[in-house]
């Protein structure tokens, strides 16, 4: 969690009033922010969202064509069937949701 990213970070003991500074640093920024500037969590959001299409979309068929076709690893292992066709497709459909996801961050 992010307190114990902190608490790691800062080297400070997850202890008494030291724990409760780290939960103040953790929820007291965002809460700032979504109170002074709510406009701020919708785009937070959206930024995220592009890069979740980016990780979980594209990346994935990325990897698959360069470990089938390009580096040829595992020629006889079994692979999902559609081959070049489905990855093909597959790449598109990623390109569609992360342009569509640009578009809602511009």
Same mark, same amino acid.
């Given at each position: 969690?992010?307190?114990?990213?902190?608490?790691d970070?800062?080297?400070?003991?997850?202890t008494?009033?030291?724990?409760?500074?780290?939960?103040?640093?953790?929820?007291? $920024?965002?809460?700032?922010?979504v109170? @002074?500037? $709510?406009?701020?969590?919708?785009?937070?959001?959206?930024? %995220?969202?592009?890069?979740?299409?980016?990780?979980?979309?594209?990346m $994935?068929v990325?990897? %698959? @064509?360069r470990?089938?076709?390009?580096?040829?690893?595992?020629?006889?292992?079994?692979?999902?069937?559609?081959?070049?066709?489905?990855?093909?497709?597959?790449?598109?459909?990623?390109?569609?949701?992360?342009?569509?996801?640009?578009?809602?961050?511009?």
């Amino acid at each position: 969690s992010l307190v114990d990213f902190l608490a790691d970070g800062l080297n400070l003991p997850k202890t008494g009033k030291t724990k409760f500074g780290l939960h103040v640093m953790t929820f007291v $920024p965002p809460l700032f922010i979504v109170t @002074w500037m $709510p406009g701020m969590f919708k785009m937070g959001l959206t930024y %995220a969202g592009v890069i979740c299409v980016i990780l979980f979309a594209l990346m $994935p068929v990325l990897m %698959a @064509w360069r470990g089938r076709y390009v580096m040829r690893i595992a020629p006889d292992a079994y692979q999902v069937f559609g081959g070049r066709v489905a990855l093909s497709g597959a790449l598109l459909l990623a390109l569609a949701l992360t342009a569509i996801a640009i578009t809602q961050v511009v």
